[in-house]
Nanobody, 118 residues
Framework: QVQLVESGGGLVQPGGSLRLSCAAS????????MGWYRQAPGKERELVAR??????NYADDVKGRFTISRDNAKNTVYLQMNSLRPEDTAVYYC?????????????WGQGTQVTVSS
């Protein structure tokens, strides 16, 4: 049984910072791609950032403000969010692709609310 546990969301003023974490636990043999998505009310879930072995990709509107990183020893992915804007308000979900035997499994975190408001 694989589980992803997120933490770090909350309420922050515009211009502030938050750091999200997502840790994977359970039985698996390695980690492929790790990423963060977000879903605002009335909108579809969208990719924020993703990281594989040596590449990082970001949505255009977070480039220069958000940084994704991973700690393979801790099976954890992070999202450092700086210069937050009200339009960043959303539920943020981590997504991790794991090697479970000969195939890969796609797993989601439970979601954490990020609210940017004065």
């Amino acid at each position: 049984q694989v589980q992803l546990v997120e933490s770090g969301g909350g309420l922050v003023q515009p211009g502030g910072s938050l750091r999200l974490s997502c840790a994977a636990s359970g039985i698996f043999f390695g980690i492929d791609v790790m990423g963060w998505y977000r879903q605002a009310p009335g909108k579809e879930r969208e990719l924020v950032a993703r990281i594989d072995t040596d590449r990082r990709n970001y949505a255009d509107d977070v480039k220069g403000r958000f940084t994704i990183s991973r700690d393979n020893a801790k099976n954890t992915v992070y999202l450092q969010m700086n210069s937050l804007r009200p339009e960043d308000t959303a539920v943020y979900y981590c997504n991790i692709v794991l090697y479970i035997g000969p195939q890969k499994g796609n797993y989601w975190g439970q979601g954490t609310q990020v609210t940017v408001s004065s």
